[in-house]
């Protein structure tokens, strides 16, 4: 069954510099979002990508976030400056409309 | 108005019993209502969903009551098994492809041999 991958599963990086998390969406998919879930918390939307552009993004999503489709697999969430309060696991997801189908994550500890 | 309210936040059932796991929402514009199975190390894995258009979606031991009128969706597990153990969380979106899932904060199982 063809699923959704994230690398890497574990980041670590020092505060205030740029972290890039990888996704490979399923493959025939049309929609691509990055969400987070801080530890204990719910999961939480961050933007959703159609077509080479974003489509909706949340409050949370601000100019420290960027989303690319750099070629025709794979799927970046850019962090430019972290912050402390960006640790978190994030997930990305795919779909062509509902239902959206999830990675297993990648969690990104900021020092 | 975008919150999605779920009770309750842990819950223990023995082996064989039936969990009900309940949500609440606000926003009228949600229709499309998935629930997602989480286990530790792992994202969400969508369960089954449902769509306001009808009351009740069984698939399998999962079963989702929806009641439009309330505003209110649960999730009930038949037959429980130990394997179920997991946190479960309820979603709502617009339904659009483009739209988020608003999450409710997770309802921790255990199902108890």
Redesign the interface.
């Given at each position: 069954e063809p699923e959704?991958t994230q690398t890497p599963s574990h980041q670590v990086t020092q505060m205030g510099q740029e972290v890039i998390l990888r996704c490979v969406p399923i493959s025939n998919h049309?929609?691509f979002?990055w969400?987070r879930q801080i530890l204990g918390?719910?999961?939480?939307?961050?933007?959703?990508f159609?077509n080479n552009e974003i489509?909706?993004k949340?409050e949370i999503f601000d100019d420290q976030f960027s989303v690319e489709r750099p070629d025709g697999s794979n799927f970046t969430l850019k962090i430019r400056s972290t912050k402390l309060e960006d640790s978190a696991m994030y997930?990305c997801?795919s779909?062509?409309?509902?239902?959206?189908?999830?990675?297993?994550?990648t969690r990104l500890s900021i020092l | 108005q975008q919150q999605v309210k779920q009770s309750p936040q842990s819950l223990i059932v023995q082996k064989g019993g039936i969990p009900i796991i309940n949500c609440a929402y606000e926003n009228t514009a949600f229709d499309?209502f998935?629930w997602?199975q989480q286990f530790p190390?792992?994202?969400?894995?969508?369960l089954i969903?449902i769509r306001p258009d009808v009351s009740e979606k069984k698939e399998g031991r999962f079963t989702i009551s929806f009641n439009k009128s309330a505003k209110q969706f649960s999730l009930h597990i038949m037959d429980s098994q130990p394997g179920d153990s997991a946190t479960y969380?309820c979603?709502a979106?617009a339904?659009?492809?483009?739209?988020?899932?608003?999450?409710?904060?997770?309802t921790h199982l255990i199902i108890q041999p």
């Open positions: 959704v049309l929609y979002y969400y918390q719910k999961v939480e939307f961050l933007v959703s159609y489509s909706e949340s997930f997801a779909g062509s409309g509902q239902p959206q189908h999830f990675g297993d994550g | 499309y998935p997602y190390g792992k994202g969400p894995a969508l969903a969380f979603a979106s339904g659009g492809g483009a739209d988020g899932l608003t999450f409710g904060k997770g």
